[in-house]
Structure formats: structure tokens, C-alpha cells
């Protein structure tokens, strides 16, 4: 049963440390997605990569946050320095990159970060 | 640009019960309609998507959405509920001709409780 996994499933840290999370894509899946997930304001996109290339981080604060994927199986998200603002569960999530948009997204069980 | 209202945060409802989760979009180009399930304490998984054809569809779990493009509306529906259907459900959207990306745009998510 191909799953996305993430780590760490959780993560305390305190203001100004750097954070940085994990995500290993379904194998043969060629986009990747980074979403952040609040309370207030619900699900959002961060960023997201099609065959390792980052198509769209507009989502993601520039100054603090980077997302990458050294590998095909590997994507990182890095939060320097972490802000408790941060606070939220981030989700990665990859597809096959069907064209048009039509394909189902399989999401990971999520990064509980809390920045004290 | 695309967005998703959806109209309950909260909908209780008791085991056995028909429930119906109201979500509207709005876009000026056509879209894919997704909805996907969160169960506690996990990522979300998809239950049915709208591409194209009948617009009725028939998902995971007994579940069924019906697009209307008149009234822009992509309803979730379920005759009969189980406790087990106890989970946050998000509705989401994307455009159908899009050349750059598949991102979802998700609504804030309505939380369906049920109850013996």
C-alpha cells in the first residue's frame, strides 16, 4: 500500500530554531505539494514541484521559509528562523501530474509543528 | 483565480441520518471539484472529484456530490451515515485548462459529527 510519509509527526521547538520536515513522495509521483493547515486559516498552499522543479511558491513566506527536493524520493521544507506563528500542521502531498489538473492529490499524515 | 465557500463549519447529525455539506466556487474559468475527507489526527483523502460528464458522481463510502454550474455549487451528499463518517470535509477546486500547475484551492472545511 504506497504511501506518502512524513518526518517528524511531530515537532516542539522554541522561537529561532530551524525547522525542517521531511516528505518522501509515492514512488513514480512527479509533483509534490507542501500545504499548511491553521485553524484560522484553513488549508493553504506553500509551494509545489512538478518533476523536482518548483512550479509555484508563492504561498510561502520567502524570507523564512524553503522547500526543495534533492531527490525524486525526497522533498524538504525548511523553516530559519522559526516564529510561533508557524504553529500549524504541514501536509505534503504528491500525484502522478496529470495534465490539466484532474489528478488526485495523496496526502501524507502531516507535521505537527508547535514554536514556543 | 478560484475559491471555495463552504457554507456550514459544523454540521451535526445523527447515525443513520441523510446529511447534505454545501460548497460553492467561484471562478471565471471551469474547474475540477474535488471533495476530501480528514479523519482525526490524519491527512486527507480524496472521496470523489467532478471532471467532466454526469454530474452526479459517486465516491468512496457511500458518498455522492452533484455539480451544478448555474448555481456553482458542488454539494456532498450521503443517505445514510455511519459514526465512522465523523471527519472534517473539505471541498476543493482547480482550474480544468490550466498549463502551469495543479494546485488545489480548498474551502475552510465543514466538520460533520455524528451521533448515536
Known amino acids: 500500500d504506497a504511501r506518502v510519509t512524513q518526518t517528524p509527526r511531530h515537532k516542539v521547538t522554541e522561537m529561532g530554531q530551524e525547522v525542517t520536515m521531511r516528505c518522501q513522495p509515492i514512488?513514480?509521483?512527479?509533483?509534490v505539494f507542501w500545504y499548511r493547515q491553521t485553524m484560522m486559516q484553513g488549508l493553504e498552499l506553500l509551494a509545489y514541484f512538478r518533476n523536482r522543479a518548483p512550479l509555484d511558491d508563492s504561498g510561502m513566506p520567502k524570507d523564512r521559509f524553503s522547500a526543495e527536493m534533492p531527490d525524486a524520493t525526497l522533498a524538504t521544507l525548511k523553516i530559519q528562523p522559526s516564529e510561533p506563528r508557524d504553529s500549524a500542521v504541514y501536509f505534503c502531498?504528491?500525484?502522478?501530474?496529470?495534465?490539466?489538473?484532474?489528478?488526485?492529490?495523496?496526502f501524507g499524515p502531516g507535521t505537527r509543528l508547535l514554536v514556543l | 483565480a478560484q475559491s471555495v465557500t463552504q457554507l456550514d463549519s459544523q454540521v451535526p447529525v445523527f447515525e443513520e441520518a441523510p446529511v447534505e455539506l454545501r460548497c460553492n466556487y467561484s471562478?471565471?474559468?471551469?474547474?475540477?471539484l474535488f471533495w476530501y475527507v480528514q479523519y482525526p489526527n490524519q491527512g486527507l483523502q480524496l472521496l470523489l472529484k467532478y471532471l467532466s460528464g454526469s454530474t452526479l458522481v459517486k465516491g468512496i463510502n457511500g458518498f455522492e456530490a452533484e455539480f451544478n454550474k448555474s448555481q456553482t455549487s458542488f454539494h456532498l451528499r450521503k443517505p445514510s451515515v455511519h459514526i465512522s463518517d465523523t471527519a472534517e470535509y473539505f471541498c476543493?477546486?482547480?482550474?480544468?485548462?490550466?498549463?502551469?500547475?495543479?494546485?488545489?484551492?480548498f474551502g475552510k472545511g465543514t466538520s460533520l459529527l455524528v451521533t448515536p
Open positions: 514512488l513514480g509521483h512527479n509533483t
Open positions: 502531498a504528491s500525484g502522478l501530474g496529470q495534465a490539466g489538473g484532474e489528478e488526485t492529490q495523496y
Open positions: 471562478s471565471s474559468v471551469s474547474v475540477y
Open positions: 476543493a477546486v482547480t482550474p480544468s485548462n490550466s498549463n502551469s500547475g495543479y494546485a488545489l484551492n
